[in-house]
């Protein structure tokens, strides 16, 4: 069974997902990493040349490619939830961990972060990040069997708590 990450930017996926590959001796597999690996270039330039659409079919090979495979740690784009088929493969082989955080958690963590290109014209950081936030967050609730609130755990709490949440998984082939 593989242990699928989704949430917001910020939330902490990376993170824990490293920790747990590690305590559980699981390869990481960090989709947005992969794609970037890939293409030879940032999202933000596979964006600007070809657009959020050419993105996401990257996004959506690679989520149907790493649900074929067995004891991984998957670390999803935020995004994952925008393409309809992404989840339900991922959940055919996996417990879906749904990571979550305030915007105002989400902001603090990743403000700096310029690899990523704006999801919405003419809205603050602020303004964006809350936005989306909101338009995603009942298919991310739709998608996860279970959801932590990660704004004040630290990774290693994060991962403890998806450790002792792995026994209420669904059985394998069970959404």
Same mark, same amino acid.
């Not at 747990?20 to 989709?31: P, Q, V």
């Not at 603050?124 to 009942?138: G, I, K």
């Given at each position: 069974?593989?242990? %699928? ?6 939330? /902490?996926?990376?993170?824990? /997902? ?19 690996? /890939?293409? !030879? ?9 070809? !657009? #959020? ?23 999803? !784009? ?19 961990? #749904?990571?979550?955080?305030? %915007?105002?958690?989400?902001?603090? @963590? ?10 919405? &014209? /003419? ?13 995603? &967050? ?22 403890? @708590? ?10 394998? !082939? %069970?959404?």
């Amino acid at each position: 069974m593989n242990i %699928v990450l989704i949430g917001y930017r910020g939330t /902490g996926k990376s993170a824990v /997902g490293r920790i747990l590959a590690e305590r559980l001796n699981k390869t990481y597999e960090g989709m947005d990493a992969n794609i970037v690996r /890939g293409a !030879g270039m940032p999202i933000a330039a596979i964006v600007e040349q070809s !657009g #959020w659409s050419t993105f996401r079919d990257m996004e959506t090979r690679q989520a149907m490619d790493l649900a074929r495979k067995d004891d991984q740690i998957i670390d999803t !784009g935020g995004g994952i939830i925008e393409r309809p088929d992404n989840l339900p493969a991922l959940q055919k082989n996996g417990c879906i961990f #749904w990571l979550k955080a305030s %915007v105002e958690t989400i902001v603090a @963590r990743i403000r700096g972060d310029d690899q990523r290109p704006a999801l919405t &014209e /003419g809205k603050t950081f602020v303004e964006e990040v809350a936005e989306v936030l909101q338009q995603r &967050e009942a298919r991310y609730r739709a998608a996860a069997h279970h959801a932590i609130d990660t704004d004040a755990l630290t990774p290693q709490q994060v991962a403890d @708590r998806i450790v002792s949440l792995l026994k209420s998984c669904p059985q394998r !082939g %069970v959404p």
